[in-house]
Every structure is written in C-alpha cells, then in structure tokens.
C-alpha cells in the first residue's frame, strides 16, 4: 500500500482527484461518519507521488514511501 | 521511488473547514516548517478572527486567538517580550486589510521581528460573504448583489506591493497560491524563507496566499480553484516582492 486514507477525515472535495496524474482516485460508496463519500486510492494505478499529500486540505492521504 | 509525507505530529485533530477550503493546505504547511526547523516548542501562533479561528483546537503549539485586526500588534507584544520564539501571525484580508489595516501597516513601518500570513479569499468568509478590500471587480457577494462596483469602491487591494514598495527595509514579502500542486510546493518554501528570516533576527517578513472559498463563491470545490488559476491570479500575480538579503 503507497498511500493510507484517513478516510474519516474526507469531505469529498475532489480536489485530489482532479489533481492526481494517473486519476487513482475515485469516492467510495460507503458514507464516512460526516456524510461525506470518502476518497479511494487503486493501488495498481498510484505511483505514490505525493500530489495528494499535497493538495488535500483536510489531511487525508499520508504517503508510506514504499 | 516514493517519498515517504506524513501529517505532523502537532496537527492531531481535524480542522472543520468546508469542504475544499484553502485553509487546511496554509495550516498544513506552516505546521511542516515549524516541524522541519524544530520550532514545537518555541513558536506561537497568533490567530485573528475568521474561519481560520476554527484551527486553534487542532494545532498542538502555543497559539492565541486576537482581537479581530490586531494579530501584528499583539505578536509584536510577543516578540519583543520573547525575541527567540518564532512568532507567527495568521489572519484573513478581512481582519489584516480591513479591520486591522493600521496594526498591518504599523507593525512592517517598524520592521517588527515577526511573520503575518494573510490569506486572501477575497471575501468575509465567517461572515457569510460579504464585499471585502480585496474582492474582485463584478465579483457579487451578499452586500454587492450585482457585482463590485470599481467606480465607487475602489480597486482590490494589493498588500504584500504596497509593504514591499513603501518599506524596502523589510525582510521578505511573498504571494503563494494553495490551488496547484507547484504553488503548493512554491508556497511551503516561501513560508520557510519567512520563518528563517524570522529567526536570524532580519526584520518583517509577510505572506499572502490566494486561497479558495467555494461555499462564499457559491461554486464546487474545483471551480473554485480554476477561479483563483485564472481570474484572481491574473490580478494578484504570485511571487516574491522583496527577497531577503544576505547578512
């Protein structure tokens, strides 16, 4: 796994998906504990580059490095 | 090979912002420098009244939430009572260029040791949106419901221009955007450029961001920012007005 979704903290902006460069990112059907359908990560596509580190506002995404 | 980026520690909670807000990226950023120059325990940082209010329960520093408008005024109080703590003050363009635009100027007419970081949403955001000092031309808000009108409220102001042309003594003046992943980047290192300066002891250091507002604005998340890509970033150009000298 590239990248670990703290998926409790996802508000379903969508600005990690528009921003990530192999569009890894979709939302999830299940509903987190605020309403929101949280961000889901394909690991086959994520080339773990960070972008969604970067770009997220609400501290979602964490990078593992592997 | 991937680089491992984790969340800093000092940022434990969840902040409540709207959804897409640029806040959350300025927070996220200041709390990676303080972490990368080992500042946990020995900065302060100094909220004004705004949205951003809402970060204080989530940012594990010493931190203190203002008067509306006087976060230069009471950080100089810190600084010059404390002068090794890094001393930061974080305020909105409501609370810094228009509420507070005499403690704004004040505090970089006397080269005050501190670092204001204004973001810059062009709009009262807590408030629910009003007209505000930089709100853009024909932009509507809630009390200019057919658009800013030039003609009889004057042009947006530019902060950081009028800081970096009228007191050239200061230390660094910079504008960083939150709505690329470059700017971002670009952003983290203007922030860090501000904090040194701060700690070598050079004077005024200021940072505006362009930051987004999809709820104020009325658009999603990601309208919002190719707003501030074309629009807003067409009148605030990014950069640096004033780099730091070499002591």
């Known amino acids: 796994m590239k990248v670990i979704v703290n998926d409790e903290r996802c508000k379903q902006c969508g600005i990690c998906a528009v921003n990530c460069p192999k569009k890894a990112i979709s939302f999830s059907d299940v509903i987190n504990m605020k309403g929101y359908q949280p961000a889901v990560v394909d690991d086959a596509l ?21 | 090979m991937a680089v491992a980026k984790k969340i800093p520690s000092i940022l434990s909670k969840q902040i409540s ?16 420098c303080i972490e990368e120059m080992k500042q946990e325990k020995n900065s302060i940082i100094n909220v004004g009244v705004g949205c951003y209010s809402l970060m204080t329960p989530s940012v594990e520093i010493d931190r203190f939430d203002s ?38 100027v ?8 501190i670092t204001v970081i204004t973001v810059n949403n062009t709009n009262y955001g807590m408030t629910g949106g009003q007209m505000s000092a930089t709100t853009m031309p024909g932009q509507k808000t809630t009390t200019s419901p057919l658009g800013r009108n030039c003609q009889t409220t004057g042009m947006p102001m530019k902060f950081p221009e009028m800081i970096a042309s009228s007191f050239p003594e200061v230390a660094y003046v910079a504008r960083g955007s939150v709505t690329k992943p470059a700017y971002v ?3 983290k290192g203007y922030i860090k450029n501000a904090f040194e300066a701060q700690m070598n002891g050079e004077g005024y250091s200021l940072i ?6 999809p709820t104020n604005w009325g658009m999603s998340p990601v309208e919002s920012h190719e707003r501030v890509n074309g629009e807003i970033e067409a009148y605030y150009p990014l950069g640096e007005f004033k780099l730091r000298e070499e002591k």
């Open chain 2, 67 to 104: 008067l509306h408008g006087r976060g230069a005024a009471i950080s100089t109080g810190f600084k010059r009572a404390n002068p090794d703590t890094l001393v930061i003050s974080y305020q909105g363009d409501g609370d810094a260029y228009s509420i507070g635009i005499g403690e704004s």
């Open chain 2, 17 to 32: 912002f709207c959804p897409g807000c640029g806040h959350g990226v300025v927070v996220r950023l200041i709390a990676e």
């Open chain 2, 185 to 187: 980047n670009k952003l």
């Open chain 1, 46 to 66: 994520c080339i773990g580059c960070g972008i969604c580190y970067t770009m997220c506002p609400d501290w979602v995404f964490e990078i593992t490095g592997e």
């Open chain 2, 106 to 113: 004040s505090a970089a007419y006397r080269n005050e040791n």
């Open chain 2, 208 to 213: 505006e961001v362009l930051s987004p507002c």
